[in-house]
């Protein structure tokens, strides 16, 4: 691989470390949500739809990592 395709997969590890950090800073508002709603709405809808938004919201993370990961690898 060249340097210039080396400085444009540089620059998109960039973005998504960006995007990661905006994905991990929701997750953490989203979980604090979570964890202060009043026991009297642990069974609602709005309950079941923060828990699986955290479960999205962990999924992308993953997802991010990864692509992260395989970026690195394809620049060795």
């Given at each position: 691989m060249n340097k210039k395709r080396r400085k444009k997969l540089s620059n998109a590890i960039e973005f998504l470390e960006k995007a990661l950090q905006?994905?991990?800073?929701?997750?953490?508002?989203?979980?604090?949500c979570l964890d202060n709603i009043p026991e009297n709405l642990e069974s609602s809808d709005q309950y079941?739809?923060?828990?699986?938004?955290?479960?999205?919201?962990?999924?992308?993370?993953?997802?991010?990592?990864?692509?992260?990961?395989?970026?690195?690898?394809?620049?060795?």
């Open positions: 905006i994905v991990e800073f929701s997750l953490d508002e989203e979980q604090d079941e739809s923060m828990e699986n938004n955290i479960d999205y919201l962990e999924d992308a993370i993953v997802s991010i990592e990864d692509a992260i990961n395989k970026i690195e690898e394809a620049t060795l």
